[in-house]
């Protein structure tokens, strides 16, 4: 079915998810600033950067291989703090257009909104002073696993309250962070194609098929309504 442009491969006869689990860079975060700021400290131009970023996501690299290729006598992690510093954490002007609409459109229609994602525990503050509605929260930091890894998605059902995985909807970008492991630990999941994971990556011939697939989410919350057999 599809509805304005956007795909949802859901059969709208099985019970909708109760919960939406959102993941955090490129779900909520636009990560602009992040892989600027990177740039700037390895004294190569963002063009350039983003071009090599895009390069290892296609050849199925990790980030390592960026810094490797850009600067092979680097060691990049000795840099973090000084990349936070100028980074300066999460800001409104990072979050997606669509986002807090959508969160404040499935609190108000009864879905449960749980935020998880691959991010160091202080940016757990930072999104809670940007006010965004939610009934958990945790970075993998905190959680104590990163995704691909089962466990993380153990630590999500815990945090949602919630020991039925197919009652959760876990949101990502990323096929091999995302949803391919959400779905092998029997959630659903909606594969938001945005930022360079969304856009490069293809889904793994073994993953199992999406529940949804958007492009934002601005009708993710209309979707879902339909889902469970109701109207906006």
Request: hydrophobic share 40%.
């Amino acid at each position: 079915m599809t509805l304005d442009g956007i795909t949802e491969q859901a059969d709208v006869d099985d019970d909708a998810p109760s919960t939406v689990v959102f993941d955090v860079g490129e779900v909520l975060i636009d990560e602009t600033r992040v892989w600027g700021v990177w740039a700037d400290l390895l004294g190569v131009s963002r063009l350039t950067f983003a071009s090599v970023l895009g390069a290892a996501i296609v050849q199925g690299e990790g980030l390592q291989a960026v810094f490797d290729h850009l600067a092979p006598n680097l060691e990049w992690r000795s840099f973090e703090q000084e990349h936070e510093d100028r980074y300066g954490g999460f800001r409104e002007e990072d979050l997606y257009p669509d986002v807090r609409r959508c969160l404040e459109d499935l609190v108000s229609l009864g879905f449960s909104v749980v935020i998880a994602g691959n991010q160091p525990a202080r940016r757990r503050t930072q999104l809670e002073a940007l006010g965004l509605p939610h009934d958990a929260m945790a970075m993998s930091e905190e959680l104590g696993v990163a995704k691909p890894d089962p466990v993380f998605f153990d630590r999500v059902l815990e945090l949602a309250g919630n020991d039925e995985p197919e009652e959760l909807l876990y949101v990502g970008d990323r096929t091999d962070n995302d949803v391919a492991p959400a779905a092998a630990a029997g959630l659903r999941t909606c594969w938001l194609r945005r930022g360079p994971w969304g856009q490069l990556q293809d889904l793994p011939e073994t993953a199992a098929e999406p529940d949804l697939v958007l492009e934002g989410l601005g009708e993710l919350a209309t979707l879902l309504t339909t889902w469970r057999g109701e109207t906006t």
